[in-house]
C-alpha cells in the first residue's frame, strides 16, 4: 500500500448498506408506517425477503451480529413459531403483492436449527408470500454444525447457495477469536455441498483479526482458493470493545497495526486476482461465471443489508429480531431482543421498533452513493443535481476530491470521478464525502471535541 494512503486507515465511515444509514433511525418509524409500506408494494414488484436466525452455540469474540448463545435448541423453538407467525402476519398485508427475488438466511447461525424446522420457515414464505424454483435460497452456515447429511437435507429443501463463516484458517489465530475449526472440517463441508449438487458456495474471511501475520494470512488465501469457492467476502475486522463488550476478550496488542491490517487486505486483492476471481465492489470476489459476476460486467450490480448482491429487488422485507425492511424509501428495523419481538407478534402486532424515512432526495443520494461503490464511478453532475450544494459546500467538496486525486485514490475527467482499482479499499471512505449528514456529523463531533478541549 502506496504510504500516501497510511493517513486514511484510521478514519471511518458508514457501511452504506442503506441510506440514511441505521444512526438514523428513530422511534418515530413503527408498525403503522411499516403496515402502510408494505400495502403499498406493487402486485409484480420484486422483494428479497432476509430470515435472521439469531442463535449459536458459541460466542466467537470478533462478533458483532445481533445473537444470542442458546445451547438447548427447546429453548429456541418459541423463536421459530414466532418468526412464522411473522411471515403470515406480513402475507396478509401483502394480500399477493410483490414477487420473491431472492431469500437470505442470516445469523446469528442458520443451521443451529434441524433442516426441517428451516423448511417449515420456507413452506411458510411459500405459503403466505410466494416464491418459485427460480428464486435463489441462500443461507449462512457454520461449518463447526455442519454435517454431510444436513448439508444434503439443506439441499434437498431447496438451499442454493450455501456460505461458510471462514474467517481465517490459523488455527493460532481461530483460538485468539474463540472460533476453532480445522481446514479438514471446512473442505468436508465443501465436499458435501458438491455431493449435494450446490453449485454456488461462499467463503466470508475477515482481516485485521488478532494474531494475523502475512505468512499466516497467505497460507489462509492458498488454502481458500483450492477449495474454489465460488464467491469470496472478504470483510475488516471492526474491533469496537466500547460497544461489543465481548470484544474486550480480545487482547488489543495482539491486533495488526493500521497499515499492517491494510496490507492484509492488499495481498488477498492480489491473490484473488491472480486465482481468476473477478472483484465485485470493493470486498467482495467471486468466479466470473457466477450471477454477481456477470450483473458487475453488465452494471447491475446492487448493494443492500448482505453486502454486494445481483438481487435487482430494491424492496427488502426482514424477518426477525433487529431485521431492518427497506420498502420505497422507509426503513424499519424489528425490535433487537427475542423477548421483546415474540412479545410483540405473539400479539398479533408488527414488530417494527424504529426507522427512518427517507426524503425522495436522500433516496436518491442512496442511489448515487450504491452506483459509485458497486460501479466505482460516477457522475458528478448528477450529484450536484441531487445534493444541490450551495457555493462553500461546493468548494469544500472540490478541495476534498482534488486531495484524493493528489493521492492517485480516484481520477477526475469530463465530470466523472473513478475510483482507481488499486484504491477499492477506501471506496466508502470517498462516498462519505458526497454524504451531507456523514458531514454533518463530522462537524458535530468537532464541534463537540473542541468545546470540551476549551
Sequence with gaps: MQEKWHKYLTRSA??????????????????????????????????????????????????????????????????????????????????????????????GTPNYFAPKDLRNILDQVEQSIGFTDKSPVCMELDPRLCTSEGIHELAAIGITRMSLGVQDFDPKVQEAINRVQSFEMVEACVSAMREAGVEDVSFDLLYGLPLQNADSFVDSLRKTISLSPERISLFGYAHLPQKILHQRLIRDDDL??????????????????????????????????????????????????????????KNVIGFGPSAISQIHGLLAQNAKYI????QA??????????????????????????GLLCRQQADLSDWHEIAAPDDSEWQGLCAQLRRFEADDLIVLAAGQITIRPEARAFSRLIAAVFDPSFAKQRKERSAKAFSRAI
Aim: charged share 20%; net charge negative; glycine share 8%.
Design 14 to 107: 458508514p457501511r452504506y448498506t442503506s441510506y440514511p444509514s441505521a444512526l438514523h433511525f428513530n422511534t418515530a418509524v413503527g408498525p403503522k408506517e411499516y403496515r402502510a409500506a408494505l400495502e403499498n408494494i406493487g402486485l409484480y414488484e420484486p422483494i428479497s425477503i432476509y430470515i435472521h436466525i439469531p442463535f449459536c452455540t458459541q460466542l466467537c469474540w470478533y462478533c458483532g451480529c445481533n445473537m444470542r448463545v442458546e445451547n438447548d435448541p427447546e429453548r429456541a423453538r418459541p423463536y421459530l413459531q414466532a418468526v412464522i407467525a411473522e411471515i403470515k402476519q406480513v402475507g396478509e398485508i401483502l394480500r399477493g403483492r410483490g414477487v420473491v427475488s431472492q431469500i437470505h438466511f442470516g445469523g
Design 345 to 370: 407478534i405473539g400479539e398479533g402486532q408488527l414488530a417494527t421498533q424504529k426507522g427512518v424515512e427517507a426524503s425522495s432526495v436522500e433516496q436518491r443520494l442512496g442511489d448515487w452513493i450504491d
Design 256 to 313: 495488526p497495526s493500521p497499515v499492517a491490517r491494510a496490507d492484509l487486505a492488499v495481498l488477498a486483492d492480489k491473490a484473488f486476482l491472480a486465482a481468476g476471481y473477478q472483484c465485485i465492489g470493493f470486498d467482495h470476489f467471486a468466479k466470473p461465471e457466477t450471477a454477481i459476476a456477470r450483473a458487475a460486467q453488465e452494471g447491475r450490480l446492487a448493494r443492500n443489508f448482505q453486502g454486494f448482491t445481483e438481487d435487482k429487488a
Design 339 to 342: 423477548s421483546d419481538y415474540q
